[in-house]
């Protein structure tokens, strides 16, 4: 699978000198890239306890709050142990990376070792998006899940795998 296509994107974690570090940025990865790979190599640094992270709104005012480290990573455990994700498993990031559901999806990509594919955030995400593998995880805000279900995006199912489960 190619690192790059023209709308989404794989970051590669490789373990080098005993250290996590992103192997395949290049310069001509689109704007939106940067806030991710920014959170990464952030995340990546051990000496950061502590994330400021903005809420995107959808409940009411955008606000700055703070997570330490440690409840990022559970939050990140609790979340892939309930649907029961596993190292390799695919997610995608369709939320921006600058606030905390985006960041969230990149930390639990991290954590459990899953492959994380990375697609530019629109309305409509997966409006353009070329399924190839199945995806495990993946998360939209209300809006974009509006916008898919009221253009039929094909990639939209519903079934066992996107229930909600009461």
Known sequence: MPD???NM???RLQRLKGRHTITNIKPDY???TVPVFDFIR???DDGVNSF????SGSTGIPKLIQHSRESMKASAVATCDFFQLKKNDTALLALPSTHIGGKMMIVRSIVRGMKLICIEPRANPLEHFNFDRSIELAAFTPMQMSMM???GSAAVETGRDLSLQK
């Open 42 to 44: 952030t995340w990546l």
């Open 52 to 55: 400021t992270v903005q809420t």
């Open 4 to 6: 790059k296509a023209d």
């Open 149 to 151: 279900l009221d253009n």
């Open 9 to 11: 994107f794989y970051p």
């Open 30 to 32: 689109p704007a939106w």
